[in-house]
């Protein structure tokens, strides 16, 4: 089998993810002009319970599948890989298949008790039957991300994607008259029609692409293989439990704390909205890579640590760290000068200010979504959990006292996720540096991409009263921006040909 490098991966993903979040944005343009921030704030409010329901279903088996098989698949046991494939997708059928039932039958309490908003029920009944699909689906795309094959998961991510766009926003604008409630029940809609689509997609790249293998090789028993799964993906489902967890406490409490505030329900879900839809969105841009990074890393760096290649977890951690740092810095930047057009574009010029604290916690952000998936690689998924429960009791009670004051709002509960950022990346690092010996290099890490960002901000600053003028203009300045960052960064030596090198298609064409 060909093998690939975690960059070559990471672009792949990232290529699909670049693309995906393109039509993202078109999507909540469309909603947020079209449809509405209350609309949007209602299935907000749903979708991060969805998500812990998708966490207590697939247990963190995806990740676990995709360590294992790397790990089989660094030892030539085809075997055992395709068995644990196998298992894993039996367990994530019958799983995906209970969890979304017994919550079909919950949903009218669910939307009585817990939920802020009862009119959030007939969006919640049709998510629940996109958690038995997106259960099968995450099986095979664990399995090709421990083959290092970023391909199905990229291809299946944009089908989903744009069957998602097509469908949701057909549907939310047909079904918008009738209210804001059956506006989002739409959105839901896109959803559930998109995580068909990808599982479609990835099930038939499964079926064409099946890897052969010798019947008398050794294969695990069915007990050791799920004894193995749950060991790896026990910490993964705990921390992910909290992480949506959380995220699901925020979407309660952030609009019933605005009304402590002074707001009306109405006027506190449409900010609720605004902040997941406009600020959110934005902020999450750059996370298009390193979420394909720490996708990538979990198996390299589980292949490296199974061969004991300590050199290669260093170098690899340390490429990771270095190449978040320097793309995620631009964009910041970015979306900190130019937060009332962006934001403008979401007709929610209101939430700019917010958006600019959020970018000074953003490059955090990304960090830690970065070394988490180092540490997952290494087989210490159970400290990110701790790093993020520490990170939660700090941020909670700022979010909480902070947005219910009239003086704060909304600007109190983006400083409590900075604070939060902050801290959970800084406790990874830590533990990535303790665990691997993992040098920070103050150059390349920082001093390099800061002196890029510097000559970035010069740019703005001389030429930001044109872009406020000029409209049509904040996208010529933001690619000249661009360049000037990317030529700095070339002339002191923050990207090399080496880097470029790694790049897939462009790479071999560099010379030596």
Not at 6 to 18: E, K, Q
Not at 131 to 149: E, K, P, T
Not at 233 to 256: C, E, F, H, N, Y
């Amino acid at each position: 089998m060909a093998k690939r490098t975690f960059v070559y991966g990471a672009t792949i993903l990232f290529a699909a993810n670049f693309l995906n979040r393109i039509l993202g944005f078109i999507y909540q343009y469309l909603i947020m002009t079209h449809i509405g921030g209350e609309a949007y704030g209602l299935f907000n409010m749903v979708f991060p319970v969805y998500m812990m329901a998708l966490v207590l279903t697939t247990a963190g088996i995806p990740l676990a599948v995709s360590k294992m098989v790397s790990e089989a698949l660094s030892l030539d046991n085809l075997a055992r890989m395709q068995n644990i494939f196998r298992l894993s997708l039996t367990f994530l059928s019958f799983s995906g298949g209970f969890v979304a039932i017994s919550l079909f039958f919950l949903s009218p309490y669910l939307a009585d008790h817990i939920f802020p908003d009862p009119r959030v029920l007939r969006v919640f009944l049709v998510c629940t039957p996109a958690i038995l699909i997106v259960s099968i689906s995450s099986a095979f795309r664990g399995y090709f991300q421990g083959l290092q094959n970023m391909v199905p998961t990229a291809l299946s991510q944009i089908s989903e994607q744009i069957l998602r766009v097509l469908i949701g926003f057909s549907a939310a604008m047909y079904l918008s008259p009738r209210g804001a409630e059956w506006a989002a029940t739409g959105l839901a809609l896109g959803m559930l029609a998109g995580e068909v689509m990808g599982l479609i997609v990835i099930s038939i790249h499964y079926q064409l692409k099946k890897i052969k293998f010798y019947k008398d090789e050794p294969i695990s028993s069915v007990f050791q293989v799920y004894k193995e799964l749950f060991t790896l993906s026990s910490p993964v489902t705990a921390g992910r439990l909290i992480s949506t967890g959380l995220s699901s406490l925020d979407a309660m409490l952030i609009p019933q704390r605005l009304q402590i505030a002074g707001y009306t329900a109405r006027e506190a879900t449409t900010l609720f909205g605004q902040l997941g839809g406009s600020a959110f969105t934005l902020l999450t841009f750059p996370s298009v890579f390193t979420f394909a990074l720490a996708t990538s890393l979990v198996p390299a760096i589980s292949e490296a640590s199974a061969r004991n290649q300590h050199y290669v977890v260093k170098a690899r951690s340390s490429e990771a760290i270095r190449l978040t740092i320097l793309l995620g810095l631009p964009c910041l930047l970015i979306l900190f000068y130019f937060a009332n057009p962006l934001t403008a574009f979401f007709k929610s010029q209101n939430i700019a200010p917010i958006l600019r604290i959020l970018t000074l916690g953003g490059i955090f952000s990304y960090l830690q979504q970065t070394t988490t998936g180092i540490l997952q690689g290494l087989g210490k998924v159970y400290i990110p959990v701790i790093h993020s429960i520490i990170s939660a009791l700090l941020r909670i009670p700022i979010l909480y006292v902070l947005t219910a004051q009239p003086t704060w709002g909304l600007t109190g509960t983006a400083l409590a996720y900075v604070f939060g950022f902050f801290i959970m990346a800084l406790l990874n690092i830590g533990a990535l540096i303790r665990y691997t010996g993992m040098p920070l290099d103050l150059q390349r890490f920082f001093l390099q991409p800061i002196s890029a960002g510097i000559g970035m901000m010069l740019l703005f600053k001389l030429t930001i009263t044109i872009a406020e003028s000029r409209s049509w203009f904040v996208l010529i300045q933001i690619i000249i921006g661009l360049i000037c960052y990317f030529a700095i960064l070339i002339l002191n030596g923050g990207i090399t040909l080496n880097d470029l090198r790694k790049l897939p298609w462009l790479g071999k064409y560099i010379p030596v």
